[in-house]
């Protein structure tokens, strides 16, 4: 088979980042689905993998296949049947259409009840159901848990390089352009993968130390040899739960497979030789608020703080409120924007209808060890609680945070939400009614990427917090991935 124009490429995309640890389980419900066109109509014109697999596939002059796309914001292990169902409606799709090649935007970090490893799953069966002549590309978040048999059921994957992520789009034209190799027949490709059994908790954003030295070690690496094509290195999702979990290098060589193995060697030693680097701590709630507080009285942008322990892109429920109850405390004239999980309490606030005063005990329903926190407010608005992100991450993408209510208790604003509040970007202000500038503190649940959205407008600063995504290493829970630093001494 050689790459023609009209050549028919099957699209698609399931995605989900799964947290071990969150007791609540991911149901069909969580999952914004597309089928056929809607697919493109959804994705096309957004800033992500698979919007930049369409476009670039429109580019060379192929035709798109939209096939089927399914995303729930990160969260507990998928149910079973639900996984079931969504890789049946994909394989179903693409057995139905004629196609030449397969390019999907996956996580690689999807779980399920008794399913470690979903996505290897899919493709095992995808695989099965059309053979080995289509060739399948796949386009993967850097915090996926890349196992053996993800990598030997495609032609090839390729990660993301930047976290916070920033590069979505790059890594779906960079999966889509190695698919045309693979059809033309231009290279013959050979792969190498090694996990290494640590977390990275800490210092794992990729242009600073420790990270930006491996990536420098890899470049280093990949100037050396003559065949190279692609190497990509997961910083596995660290509130996953499997056997195997590490840090994993997937690299792939045009017919060098002692290559592929030395790089992929390379990296994974180098990656080992300082993993006691990525162990750290977050700044308290202390220094955090006295930023915050010298900010607001000098007048200067407001400061975005990431809510560590409980990052809803971390997979956590979203219910913690121990910033807000901190802030109220010592901090009670700052102005601030605050979401919290609680579908009880929106129901609360429906029932009683914008302009009245509730008491509630708020948050911690579903995270352990959290306490709710008692709050007098005026509910000021009512909402659907859907909105698209105008900022970087994610651009496009429709924020759906369910039945919505905005609570007002004295200077802190709350957006009280029936789904995780994943949103990190300026519209969650918006959506209050509020300029970003009224507040000076907004609380994201995000321990990375609200910078890539906020950080034009906000002073962006992480707080370690508790919750089902802290990174100290005595509160972590895992058991299938050990033994695995630094919960066991390695």
Not at 255 to 274: F, R
Not at 338 to 355: E, H, L, S, Y
Not at 391 to 413: E, R
Not at 423 to 431: E, F, I
């Amino acid at each position: 088979m050689t790459w023609q124009a009209h050549n028919r490429v099957a699209v698609g995309l399931i995605w989900q980042e799964t947290n071990s640890f969150n007791p609540l389980a991911t149901e069909t419900s969580d999952f914004i689905t597309h089928e056929g066109d809607a697919v493109l109509s959804a994705y096309e014109a957004t800033a992500t993998a698979l919007g930049g697999i369409i476009r670039r596939l429109r580019a060379l002059g192929a035709v798109p296949i939209p096939t089927f796309a399914a995303k729930a914001r990160p969260g507990g292990p998928i149910r079973d049947a639900v996984v079931e169902d969504l890789i049946a409606r994909l394989i179903d799709r693409v057995k139905s259409e004629e196609i030449d090649a397969i390019c999907l935007e996956l996580h690689g970090g999807m779980a399920s009840e008794t399913v470690a490893d979903v996505e290897g799953l899919l493709l095992s069966r995808l695989r099965k159901a059309i053979g080995r002549s289509v060739p399948i590309s796949v386009a993967l978040d850097l915090h996926g848990h890349i196992t053996d048999r993800m990598v030997a059921n495609v032609n090839f994957l390729t990660g993301y390089r930047t976290h916070p992520h920033s590069d979505m789009v790059e890594t779906g034209e960079r999966a889509t352009e190695m698919l045309m190799n693979i059809v033309q027949r231009r290279v013959k490709l050979v792969s190498a993968r090694r996990s290494v059994p640590f977390l990275a908790l800490w210092r794992d954003e990729t242009a600073e130390p420790p990270m930006r030295d491996v990536y420098q070690t890899l470049v280093t690496e990949a100037a050396r040899h003559q065949h190279y094509i692609d190497a990509s290195i997961f910083n596995t999702h660290p509130f996953l739960d499997a056997p195997g979990l590490g840090q994993v290098v997937v690299s792939y060589f045009d017919d060098d497979t002692p290559a592929a193995v030395s790089l992929t060697n390379a990296i994974a030693d180098k990656l080992w030789s300082i993993r006691k680097e990525f162990v750290g701590e977050a700044p308290g709630l202390d220094e955090v608020f006295a930023r915050a507080d010298k900010a607001a009285r000098e007048g200067s942008q407001p400061v975005a703080i990431g809510d560590q322990g409980d990052s809803v892109l971390a997979g956590t429920p979203g219910d913690s409120v121990e910033i807000a109850r901190y802030a109220a405390k010592y901090y009670p004239a700052l102005r601030g924007l605050i979401p919290v999980f609680d579908p009880q309490a929106v129901a609360t606030a429906r029932a009683a209808g914008i302009g009245t005063t509730v008491t509630l005990h708020l948050g911690a329903s579903i995270t352990p060890e959290l306490v709710p926190l008692e709050l007098t407010a005026i509910v000021v608005a009512l909402t659907d609680g859907i909105f698209p992100n105008e900022g970087s991450y994610m651009k496009g993408v429709l924020n759906d945070m369910g039945a919505t209510a905005i609570l007002q208790a004295g200077a802190q604003t709350f957006i009280v939400t029936s789904r995780a509040p994943s949103a990190c970007d300026p519209g969650l202000a918006r959506h209050t009614g509020k300029a970003l500038t009224n507040f000076q503190y907004i609380v994201v649940k995000s321990s990375n990427h609200f910078r890539l959205s906020l950080s034009p407008a906000c002073d962006c600063i992480v707080a370690a917090t508790p919750g089902l995504s802290s990174r100290k290493p005595d509160y972590l829970r895992h058991q299938k991935a050990r033994p695995i630093f630094p919960v066991d001494e390695l």
